[in-house]
C-alpha cells in the first residue's frame, strides 16, 4: 500500500474547514454541529481545527456570514452608520438566511440554552468592539445591545416566523424602517 504524501497546505486546509463549518453549521445548527464532523467534511483532524481556530464558538464566528464582515459595515461616517447596518444586515438576510449567525443561534437556543448563550456572549462582545470604533459614550454596549436586540426581533419576525407586517415588507422599505429605528438606538441622547 502506498501512502500518499502529507501536503501542507493551511490556506487549503483553511478555507476547506470554513466550506465545511458553514455546511455543518447551516445544516445542523450550532449545538448539534461538532468539531469532529466538520474535519471529517473537510479532510483535516479534529486537532488542526482547533489548532486553527480556538474553539467551536470561533469556528462559527469564522465561518457564518454577516458577523465577519461587520468591521467593514461599522468604518465610515458615523452619520450614515444606521443605514450601512440596516442595509447590511437585510441584504445578507435576503440572501441566505438559514445560514446567518441570528437564525442559527436563535433555532440552537431550544436544543442548547448553554452553547448558545456563551455564542451570543462571543458575537456581542465582538460587535462592541466593532461599535466601539465609530461610536462615542459611556453606553456604547448597551446601545450595542439595544440594536442586537431590534436585529433578533427583525430576524424572528421575517426570516424565522415569516409572518406579520415586517415579512411582507418590500425590502426597500425594510431597509428604511430599520435605519430609522438604529438610528434612534446608536444615537440616543
Known amino acids: 500500500m502506498t501512502r500518499r504524501p502529507h501536503r501542507r497546505d493551511p490556506e487549503g486546509h483553511r478555507r ?3 466550506d ?3 455546511a455543518a453549521f447551516g445544516e445542523r445548527g450550532f ?6 464532523d466538520i474535519a471529517a467534511r473537510a479532510g483535516v483532524t479534529h ?7 480556538g474553539s467551536k ?21 458615523p452619520e450614515t452608520l444606521p443605514e450601512r447596518v ?23 437556543i431550544a436544543s ?14 465582538s460587535s462592541i468592539r466593532a461599535y466601539r470604533e465609530v461610536l462615542d459614550g459611556e453606553d456604547v454596549a448597551a446601545r450595542v445591545a439595544m440594536l442586537g436586540a431590534q436585529l433578533i426581533g427583525v430576524t424572528v419576525n421575517r426570516y424565522i416566523a415569516r409572518t406579520g407586517p415586517l415579512a411582507e415588507l418590500p425590502v426597500p422599505a425594510l431597509i428604511d424602517h430599520l435605519a430609522r429605528t438604529l438610528r434612534h438606538i446608536l444615537f440616543a441622547a
Open 57 to 77: 464558538e470561533q469556528l462559527f464566528l469564522a465561518a457564518v456570514p454577516g458577523h465577519r464582515e461587520l468591521d467593514e459595515v461599522v468604518a465610515g461616517d
Open 16 to 18: 476547506a474547514i470554513l
Open 47 to 53: 486537532g488542526l481545527v482547533l489548532r486553527q481556530f
Open 31 to 36: 449545538a448539534r454541529a461538532t468539531v469532529r
Open 20 to 22: 465545511a463549518a458553514r
Open 86 to 108: 440596516a442595509r447590511a444586515y437585510v441584504e445578507r438576510m435576503e440572501a441566505n438566511a438559514a445560514v446567518d449567525p441570528l437564525v442559527v443561534l436563535l433555532r440552537s
Open 112 to 125: 442548547d440554552q448553554q452553547a448558545a448563550a456563551k455564542l451570543y456572549g462571543a458575537m456581542e462582545a
